[in-house]
């Protein structure tokens, strides 16, 4: 995909980086429930503090922990040792090399220590409990040590199992951080990789984590940045579970790079997802059931992408996923979906970016779709875009099966940007309004006349911008009230291959393309039409490249003429319809959990 159109950057997180008083400013339009939704501004705190940057102590005043596989070593005041169980007592810098097994190493210090963990070549085990606890302390920071590999694991089963009793290979009940130029691989064989009941900070390292349930649950939050995190979880892949408190549970990622494999959700905020920048890659679902959720990305509230590099996919599930609203401002997104590729029960927004969706049941889905810069590209199984107000559940249908033919309130805004979409149903369905005022659509839709390229229950008010639209003619749409001109070109069917133009009176070309699917119905709105006399023609050849398959620009010659007609208003009909014409709108598959 090419984005031809300038790149817009509509900023509605205010990312003041580098302070400490950082925050993300979002708004939330999202409290599901029957009375209506209520407003609300939240800021969250997304600052980096000074301990989340510690990775220096000092040598003559570091307390050495030696591992001796069955034994360990340490002559501190601050260090109990009880059957190979090490207690951490106080605040300061803790040196732990070696290797321990059935052992564990427990924090707990006192509510305002501050206790750095240097990691320089440690394997811990626990046979029946977590290898790392931290009860108490203001905050714990693990360094691992430049070019050190250390290892953590649990065993599979837990003598303590209780609501309050650690789950994790590595469990805390204050904020962690995990920093440092080593590596660290977390092997969760009873539950999860990470626990923290406040945050979960991860700035640094290579750090693997392997998990039987979730790989990272940081309950206030979960940060990232420099870091190189890979997880493999058969849960899910990232939790941030704080759905009580204003300003926690959610998920941030500055930078870094993020490999995930989850067999259920890869990302799952009871708040908010938010991405800034990073090479982020997610594999979900693939151990979901029909009532279980394997989103890609998920958040309760809002979804907020604004750089980055991301590759996410879900084998039965939507990719991007947010219960509130969704907001693309830039990045490069590859995304492949078994149902939708990007869904927000709102409103989702493009406002930059560059948006690849490979494959997906429905590409875009929302009540409202506002689409005002960047580019999108979308191959789906059935609708291209779809709005409706009935976005989580399945819409009582009307006599014969079919969905009600009424505009339901949700709109499509497009303003700018460049929007390309392969549709095996309707390539652009609203159940409600569509407006468009710039920008380019290009629609290559059904073959079949049960489906159209374009699709509204409502209305479709063009004002601006450029549309072709190609697919069948049974159910075929045009705008609705233009003030630019617009055309629906009904002719013989053309087979996939063909190249077809629109030629003005003079033989200059209007507009080429090659056909994706047979297809018998054209749409064509710019602002270059005029009144006067056009020619439609099939094969011939064309002396510029086409670009997505679409052409504007070149000298065409040779062909034959399909279709001879007159431009003579804003909205012209021309040719006959092979099936027929009809409004509808299509609803969406019921929601997944």
């Known amino acids: 995909m090419k984005t031809r159109m300038k790149?817009?950057?509509?900023v509605l997180i205010s990312l003041l980086l580098g302070a400490c008083s950082t925050s993300a400013v979002i708004t939330d339009e999202n409290e599901n429930n029957e009375e209506g939704s209520t407003q609300t501004t939240t800021t969250l705190d997304v600052a980096w503090s000074d301990m989340d940057g510690l990775t220096t102590y000092d040598a003559t005043t570091v307390v050495t922990i030696a591992l001796n596989e069955t034994s360990v070593d340490e002559t501190s005041e601050n260090v109990d040792v009880d059957n190979k169980v090490i207690t951490i007592t106080s605040g300061g810098d803790y040196l732990i090399q070696g290797s321990l097994d059935d052992g564990q190493l427990v924090v707990d210090a006192g509510d305002d220590a501050n206790v750095h963990l240097i990691f320089d070549n440690i394997a811990l085990t626990n046979e029946d409990g977590a290898a790392l606890v931290v009860l108490n302390a203001d905050a714990v920071v693990i360094t691992l040590a430049q070019g050190s590999e250390n290892t953590l694991s649990d065993g599979s089963f837990y003598t303590l199992s209780g609501d309050d009793d650690p789950d994790a290979t590595i469990y805390a009940k204050d904020d962690l951080t995990i920093n440092g130029e080593g590596s660290l691989t977390i092997n969760g064989n009873y539950n999860h990789g990470i626990h923290g009941t406040n945050e979960v900070n991860l700035v640094g390292g290579e750090i693997v984590v392997n998990a039987?349930?979730?790989g990272i649950k940081g309950k206030d939050s979960v940060k990232i940045k420099e870091a190189v995190l890979t997880i493999n979880a058969a849960h899910d892949g990232i939790q941030s579970t704080n759905a009580e408190e204003e300003g926690k549970g959610f998920v941030y990622i500055e930078s870094g790079e993020v490999d995930i494999v989850a067999g259920l959700d890869g990302i799952q905020a009871e708040t908010q997802v938010l991405v800034s920048g990073g090479d982020i890659n997610i594999k979900a679902g693939a151990k979901a059931s029909e009532d279980e959720s394997g989103k890609g990305i998920k958040a309760v509230l809002d979804v907020q992408i604004e750089d980055g590099k991301l590759d996410v996919s879900s084998l039965i599930d939507d990719a991007l996923h947010s219960n509130g609203?969704?907001?693309i401002d830039g990045g490069i997104l590859t995304l492949n979906a078994g149902d939708d590729a990007i869904h927000a029960d709102r409103t989702l927004t493009l406002n930059g970016g560059e948006i690849d969706i490979e494959s997906s049941y429905e590409g875009l889905e929302a009540q409202d779709i506002n689409i005002t810069s960047g580019g999108v590209s979308i191959v789906a199984d059935d609708d291209g875009i779809n709005t409706s107000a009935s976005t989580t559940a399945a819409v009582a249908a009307g006599p014969g099966g079919q969905g009600m033919m009424q505009d339901d309130g949700s709109t499509l805004n497009i303003a700018g940007g460049y929007i390309l979409i392969d549709a095996a149903g309707d390539g652009v369905d609203s159940n409600g309004t569509i407006t468009m005022s710039d920008g380019t659509l290009i629609v290559f839709g059904p073959s079949t006349n049960n489906e159209a390229s374009i699709d509204y229950n409502g209305s479709f008010t063009l004002s601006g911008g450029t549309v072709l639209a190609v697919g069948s003619s049974g159910m075929a749409q045009q705008a609705s009230a233009s003030s630019i001109h617009t055309v629906m070109i009904n002719t013989s069917t053309f087979s996939e291959g063909n190249l077809v133009a629109i030629l003005d009176d003079a033989g200059e070309l209007?507009?080429?393309?090659?056909?994706?699917?047979?297809?018998?119905n054209i749409v064509f709105a710019s602002e270059s039409l005029s009144d006067g006399s056009y020619s439609l023609m099939s094969g011939g050849m064309l002396n510029s490249s086409?670009?997505?398959?679409?052409?504007m620009e070149g000298n065409y010659t040779?062909?034959?003429?399909?279709?001879?007609?007159t431009i003579n208003s804003d909205i012209s009909m021309v040719g006959t319809s092979q099936g027929k014409t009809m409004p509808g709108g299509g609803q969406p598959r019921p929601g997944r959990k």
């Open 7 to 10: 790149k817009g950057w509509v």
């Open 546 to 551: 086409l670009d997505d398959s679409v052409s």
């Open 212 to 214: 039987s349930a979730d």
């Open 325 to 327: 609203t969704l907001t």
């Open 510 to 520: 209007v507009v080429a393309f090659e056909a994706r699917k047979s297809a018998s």
């Open 558 to 565: 040779g062909g034959s003429t399909l279709l001879a007609f």
